[in-house]
């Protein structure tokens, strides 16, 4: 398996609290992605990186910011969540030469 | 909107059958991947094919891809109950972006 982890698993939280997962990977990969994962619209990004403190947004990103400090570490922070932002939550790091990407096993918020 | 856009959405069939599974997508690609995704799992590529190659085997895997269509098909031949799973096309354009539909689900019935 690829060395990717996401953290928390699951996270049940309330309207207007901050939030913040956290993708770890092993394999100095460049290029990192959060998606979320909603029935009927399949992935969505968010935000990726594609350095150190090199970010940009994706299809999804109002609600959303991101950090990243460190090659092995991306935050995905909601600083005030709503309910629309209950989802699963998939990071995901790619292989620049094969464009493959390998995913986490998924952050399930609930916001209530 | 979703770039690419898997038909059908669901598909059920007995062990041992075949399934294909389509995705149109809308602009310009550098490549087209398949993944799979098992219930309440991540994601697991499958299969890559380049904007420039019109067909492409991995094992029980056979993708092609029509660019003149904006179109790939994934076939599974001689299905197992282990390839019940959701099957996602993602697209891939400059950047590194990889852009997925809302993929298919499978049921292969023992």
């Known amino acids: 398996d690829a060395g990717i982890t996401q953290s928390p698993r699951h996270k049940v939280t309330e309207t207007g609290t901050p939030v913040t997962l956290r993708c770890h990977q092993t394999?100095?990969?460049?290029?990192m992605y959060w998606y979320r994962q909603d029935p009927g619209h399949g992935l969505r990004l968010i935000h990726y990186?594609?350095?150190?403190?090199?970010?940009d947004k994706g299809e999804v990103s109002d609600g959303y910011s991101v950090s990243r400090s460190k090659t092995e570490d991306f935050l995905l922070t909601l600083e005030s969540a709503t309910s629309s932002q209950t989802s699963v939550y998939f990071c995901?790091?790619?292989?620049?030469?094969?464009?493959?990407?390998?995913f986490g096993e998924g952050s399930r918020l609930t916001v209530l | 909107s979703q770039q690419g856009e898997e038909d059908p959405q669901a598909l059920s069939i007995q062990e041992g059958e075949n399934a294909t599974m389509n995705c149109s997508y809308k602009?310009?690609?550098?490549?087209l991947q398949w993944y799979r995704q098992n219930s309440g799992r991540g994601l697991v590529h499958l299969i890559l094919?380049?904007?420039?190659?019109r067909e492409k085997h991995s094992g029980r895997l056979r993708v092609t891809l029509d660019t003149s269509k904006k179109s790939s098909s994934l076939l599974i031949t001689a299905s197992r109950a282990a390839d019940t799973a959701s099957y996602f096309c993602?697209?891939?354009?400059?950047?590194?972006?990889?852009?997925f539909g809302g993929g298919t689900r499978v049921l292969v019935k023992p």
């Open positions: 993602a697209t891939g354009a400059a950047g590194n972006k990889l852009t």
């Open positions: 094919i380049r904007s420039n190659e």
């Open positions: 995901a790091i790619a292989d620049a030469g094969t464009g493959e990407l390998f």
């Open positions: 602009t310009s690609i550098n490549n």
């Open positions: 990186s594609y350095g150190v403190k090199d970010t």
């Open positions: 394999e100095n990969h460049r290029y």
